[in-house]
């Protein structure tokens, strides 16, 4: 099962931005570019792929328990992802009339794409909600909710890297009036993609 979309990324697409799932590139990219899929057969072993397609569950799983699979992996995808992802913006900036464009990613920090953006944005909320916000998004425990989070940057350190924070702690109301600020603000102070 897809993961389902952050509601602050659907909430910008909704308004007219266009927006790009770094999870959806990787996903693509891990199940179509051959060379990075034998380079995940031969870290995590066959059982990586059922039928041409990511055994996420599988995966997840083992990178979550395996603290050095889960950095070589990143390793290996993550400069896969940034590169189609830049690609996309110079297609984005050559055939449509954008003046910026939503990257939604977990791992911005973590990858260093940060470096490739502009601005980023860091919503947030309470650990325990957020912890039950996840548990219901992705059908999974609490327990692997926990090992994720612990994979990833603290959230004090990303909130203290982030140009935004958008805290997400009321109801999904509250979200969507700070998502239309904070896209009127993008509509104000980007110019078209391709202008220095």
Known sequence: MDRVKQPCAKFLKNLGAKVIYADEVAKRIMEEDEKLKRKIKKLFGDEAYIGGKLNRKFISDVIFSDEKKRKVLESIVHPEVIKKIITEFK???????????????????????DKELDYVVVVDADEELKIKRIMERDNCTREEVLKRMKAQMSQSKKRSLADIVIQNDGDIE?????????????????????EN
């Open 174 to 194: 509250a979200l969507r009036e700070r998502v239309k600020f904070l896209y009127s603000l993008f509509q104000k102070i980007s110019k078209p993609i391709g």
């Open 91 to 113: 297609k984005i900036s050559k055939n449509e009339n954008q003046s910026f464009v939503i990257v939604e990613a977990a791992l911005i920090f973590e990858s260093g794409f």
